[in-house]
């Protein structure tokens, strides 16, 4: 059964630092990671999908690697700034279905 | 249009009510998508529609009964839910089963 953790739960930074957040994740099957951005009470907004046949993708101050046989993902925020703050979640796709397996989330704020 | 469009956005219901919750998009995609997501928790998978047909049920209690009138809108019918069912329902959609997934801003249920 794939399982996936993100660690920190929760990281406060003040603005302008470049930070990292990790996921991975147990059976190194997947077809594709995605990463998301959840603001409070709010839907889900996609931000990076990593095939399993690549290494990273990059978009804006973002940058998401994958590897894929340590079963990890990496989220890189350049240059932190309050409009930042929100959760971070990551998904899997391991089967043929399209089901997204999530972790728990890293609940980011950036101080000004 | 990279939207998926949910309504409505906040609703409360009696235990023995019936209602529906619907979701629209324009993008040509051919996956949609229920999750449930409580609060402090990740979104969990409900049902998956592929070309309009159902073919994931994650052992979803039957007071909820899905239906896609066609490639464009997914609804999920709501009868005699249970306090416990309240949480955040989220509709999502990706062209095909494994690609990149758009989520809705999602209905806040309350069942009173």
């Known amino acids: 059964k794939q399982e996936v953790t993100q660690i920190p739960a929760a990281l406060s930074v003040p603005e302008g630092e470049n930070l990292v957040l990790n996921c991975s994740f147990t059976?190194?099957?997947?077809?594709?990671l995605q990463w998301f951005r959840q603001d409070p009470g709010k839907g889900l907004t996609s931000l990076l999908l990593?095939?399993?046949?690549?290494r990273e993708q990059t978009s804006g101050r973002l940058n998401a690697s994958l590897d894929k046989s340590s079963g990890r993902s990496t989220l890189y925020i350049a240059a932190s700034q309050p409009g930042d703050s929100a959760t971070y979640l990551c998904?899997?796709?391991?089967?043929?279905?399209?089901?997204?397996?999530f972790g728990q989330g890293t609940t980011l704020q950036v101080k000004p | 249009d990279t939207e998926v469009t949910q309504t409505p956005k906040h609703l409360v219901m009696g235990m023995t009510n019936k209602k529906s919750l619907k979701c629209e998009q324009h993008?040509?995609?051919?996956?949609m998508y229920w999750y449930k997501q409580k609060a402090k928790k990740p979104p969990e998978l409900m049902f998956v529609?592929?070309?309009?047909?159902?073919?994931i049920n994650e052992s979803v209690p039957s007071r909820f009964s899905p239906e896609c009138p066609n490639s464009s809108l997914l609804n999920l019918h709501l009868h005699a839910l249970q306090p416990e069912d309240s949480a955040l329902y989220l509709c999502?959609?990706?062209?095909?089963?494994?690609?990149?997934?758009?989520f809705g801003q999602g209905t806040r249920l309350t069942v009173v």
């Open positions: 993008m040509g995609h051919r996956a």
């Open positions: 990593i095939q399993s046949s690549q």
């Open positions: 059976d190194s099957a997947i077809y594709n």
């Open positions: 998904a899997v796709i391991s089967g043929n279905t399209g089901k997204l397996i």
């Open positions: 529609y592929s070309y309009e047909k159902l073919s």
């Open positions: 999502a959609s990706s062209l095909e089963p494994r690609t990149l997934t758009f």
